[in-house]
């Protein structure tokens, strides 16, 4: 028999190695680097005597450093934001001048750095972290029950189907007060999307008006991450800040309307296939009976009850500011309290998904578990934030600010917007500008006295962290994913909408500031 020709095993090739000096590596070599360096020069100009000319502006430097470090690992290195900001927070306590940094006489300025900010952490998160979680709760509920359907709803009847937008955004701007952005515009896209089918037009319109009432509502207004760290930093009465933010929201909130109709009539933007609702099922939402529904009054009560209860607590507090509160006054600061207030809201939600779905407690405990788990992440990152603002405090920048302005007829609420919408473009976080901000500016409210309540800096500094969101910001992408727009028109529409409102908003804290600059019936707190 002939011979078989050889058979030649395919040999797969060997699995490339991982380069060791890849771009992240670099990145975090060349960090390394800088950040040793500022270490050495803060070390140097903590010796008495050595170029006390420019110590003071040294925290400057701190602040660029630290936020460059901040975005170098999020963009760049691809770390997660809660460790990225830490190790921020704990770089801008190395950085700092030895011997500024409070702690025990036994402690090393750089066991002071770290402590200090996991000090900050704590800090934060005592302030906002049962607060983020009860919101998360009532926001599900919301959506499971069907009261954010039967909100939107009863809002597409009062206006009409012509003025379906403005439904949408309205609908949205009550809704969204206790739900965070990402869920909200999970929770309504499918409706802008339901309604381009039945109208065959304005998909675009739909989709920003979900928007523009949202991202107002994200910044200002607890119990939204950042405004409820803001408002403690920045030592201002929550009910207050809820009060006038959603007083100030209006004006932004309707320039933004204008302007959402203003780029549908120049955009068209088809409606597409997205992942996780297909158009046939978007077709069968719009027909779901209303007897399955909950009603008006129930469906608002979860949003609007904590609203009222700690608007009642922040009134009653600024009524017996001088003497002792009576008992009724007592229980209503009781009540009135955000994580009380909020805890009554849960609760509600919770009876009325019950009512409605007829389930158990042990059903509503699965449900709850999956919004709880995405709360602690949005904790450990607002706190982290909230840290790495307090250690720049900590640091002096606040006062590096003041010396650099002194001199010059700087307006506050002016500063506050810039530098929070310059932190805002660096590192894409509306949340984390919010917080860093509000903990450089707040020793500047306190060296002088404001012509104006302190208020109207949480409503710049809210705003200012507000605009120009581009690919570095989560919400760029849940808009572009979930909405089926390409990433130009994004920035056409969300990015330039987000920045119209942003300077709207300026504008309204400074024309507020100017007609009322003292609340005849709130104080800020002590």
Same mark, same amino acid.
């Given at each position: ?17 991982? &380069? ?76 700092? &001048? ?16 770290? %402590? ?11 302030? /906002? ?23 939107? &709803? ?24 206790? =739900?965070?952005?990402?869920? =909200? ?35 200002? @207004? ?19 800040? /809820? ?28 409606? @597409? %296939? ?35 209860? =700690? ?21 209503? #600061? ?87 919408? /310059?932190?805002?473009?660096? #590192? ?60 130009? #028109? ?12 942003? @300077? ?23």
């Amino acid at each position: 028999m002939p011979s078989q020709p050889p058979t030649l095993a395919y040999q797969t090739p060997p699995p490339s190695q991982p &380069r060791l000096l890849n771009t992240p590596v670099v990145a975090l070599l060349i960090s390394g680097v800088i950040l040793g360096a500022g270490v050495l020069a803060s070390i140097f100009l903590s010796r008495p005597g050595v170029a006390p000319a420019f110590a003071p502006y040294w925290p400057l430097v701190v602040l660029v450093l630290s936020v460059g470090l901040v975005i170098t690992l999020i963009t760049v290195v691809k770390l997660h934001a809660f460790i990225a900001l830490i190790l921020a927070a704990i770089a801008a306590g190395l950085l700092s &001048r030895v011997g500024i940094l409070s702690g025990a006489p036994n402690q090393s300025h750089w066991v002071r750095a770290v %402590e200090l900010s996991t000090v900050a952490f704590g800090q934060t998160c005592a302030s /906002i972290g049962v607060v983020i979680a009860l919101a998360s709760v009532i926001g599900m509920c919301l959506l499971e029950s069907g009261a954010a359907d039967k909100i939107v &709803r009863h809002f597409l009847r009062l206006f009409g189907q012509k003025h379906a937008g403005l439904a949408l955004l309205v609908s949205t701007y009550i809704v969204s007060i206790p =739900i965070f952005f990402d869920t =909200i515009f999970m929770l309504l896209i499918p409706l802008a999307k339901a309604l381009r089918l039945r109208t065959g037009k304005d998909y675009l319109l739909y989709v920003l008006a979900i928007c523009c009432a949202g991202v107002v509502t994200h910044s200002m @207004v607890i119990p939204h991450p950042g405004p409820a760290a803001m408002a403690d930093a920045l030592h201002v009465d929550p009910g207050l800040t /809820i009060i006038v933010g959603l007083i100030t929201g209006a004006l932004p909130c309707a320039i933004g309307w204008l302007f959402c109709r203003f780029i549908n009539r120049r955009m068209d933007v088809p409606l @597409v %296939e997205t992942p996780g609702s297909s158009l046939a099922d978007l077709e069968a939402l719009m027909g779901k009976p209303e007897r399955e529904l909950p009603s008006l009054p129930i469906s608002l009560t979860p949003v609007l009850l904590p609203v009222l209860l =700690i608007g009642l607590a922040s009134f009653v507090a600024a009524l017996y500011k001088q003497q002792a509160p009576g008992p009724l006054a007592t229980w209503l #600061q009781f009540l009135g309290n955000r994580n009380i207030a909020l805890i009554i809201g849960a609760f509600t939600s919770i009876f009325i998904l019950m009512r409605q779905r007829r389930l158990s407690f042990s059903r509503v405990a699965d449900l709850i578990g999956p919004p709880l788990e995405t709360a602690g992440v949005v904790i450990l990152i607002t706190a982290a934030g909230g840290a790495f603002g307090l250690m720049l405090r900590n640091a002096g920048v606040g006062d590096a600010i003041k010396t650099a302005a002194s001199g010059y007829n700087v307006n506050l609420i002016l500063l506050s917007w810039i530098v929070a919408l /310059i932190i805002r473009i660096a #590192q894409g976080s509306a949340t984390v500008a919010m917080l860093t901000t509000s903990a450089m500016i707040y020793p500047l409210m306190t060296a002088s006295q404001l012509p104006y309540d302190p208020v109207y800096i949480f409503v710049s500094i809210g705003y200012g962290a507000m605009g120009a969101s581009w690919m570095n910001d989560s919400g760029f992408w849940v808009v572009s994913r979930l909405g089926g727009l390409s990433e130009k #028109q994004t920035l056409r529409s969300w990015t330039l909408l987000l920045t119209v409102i942003s @300077v709207a908003g300026l504008l309204t804290a400074l024309l507020f500031a100017s007609l009322l600059p003292r609340l005849p019936f709130m104080s800020p707190r002590p």
